[in-house]
Nanobody, 123 residues
């Protein structure tokens, strides 16, 4: 199983980015997928999940600004980041959980994750 993120970068407050995650050796449609992030000197935090039969779920800190989605044809996972704030600056990781629930997860509930892509938001 391999997950590879892309799309990070530097933007100003209020800007947007779209993170992508490509998966190999499994189908994103059939598993719970998510994004978590880690800012410097802070714990990792799950910010969005989407399951095979459950809709998107978001952390309060990003609700209304971020959108998680899957492209089942291309086998990609996305995270659209809008209205970015400096506190969104972090390393963002794509993650997969092949079995089990897909709600109320902590980052350690995921079995696989990518190497991360960095988002920097300047004020």
């Amino acid at each position: 199983v391999r997950l590879v993120e892309s799309g990070g970068g530097s933007v100003e407050t209020g800007g947007s980015l779209r993170l992508s995650c490509t998966a190999s050796r499994f189908t994103v449609r059939n598993v719970c997928m998510g994004w978590f992030r880690q800012a410097p000197e802070k714990d990792r935090a799950v910010i969005a999940t989407i399951g095979s039969d459950t809709g998107p779920s978001y952390a309060d800190s990003v609700k209304g600004r971020f959108t998680i989605s899957k492209n089942n044809t291309k086998n990609f996972l996305y995270l659209q980041l809008d209205n970015l704030k400096p506190e969104d600056s972090a390393m963002y990781y794509c993650a997969a959980r092949p079995a089990g629930r897909c709600i109320g997860l902590q980052w350690w509930d995921f079995n696989y994750r990518g190497q991360g892509t960095e988002v920097i938001v300047s004020s």
